[in-house]
């Protein structure tokens, strides 16, 4: 982790507000974000996100 940041606001928007030349008008979630913390001994990790559920089991119930 590099640095650590609050969400102040979650809500939805548009590329468009950002960069009124593109026509992406698709709504996404735009987050207002104020700095909490950096941290200088930033060590770098490669997030394995297709593997994070990896150990969970799913049991399906018969039915009786």
């Not at 950002?18 to 997030?47: M, N």
């Amino acid at each position: 982790m590099k640095d650590l940041y609050l969400i102040n606001i979650a809500r939805i928007g548009s590329k468009a507000e950002v960069h009124p030349s593109s026509k992406d008008k698709e709504p996404r979630l735009v987050f207002d974000l104020e700095l909490i913390h950096q941290f200088k001994d930033y060590k770098p990790i490669q997030p394995n996100i297709f593997h994070t559920y990896r150990d969970t089991t799913l049991l399906a119930v018969e039915d009786k």
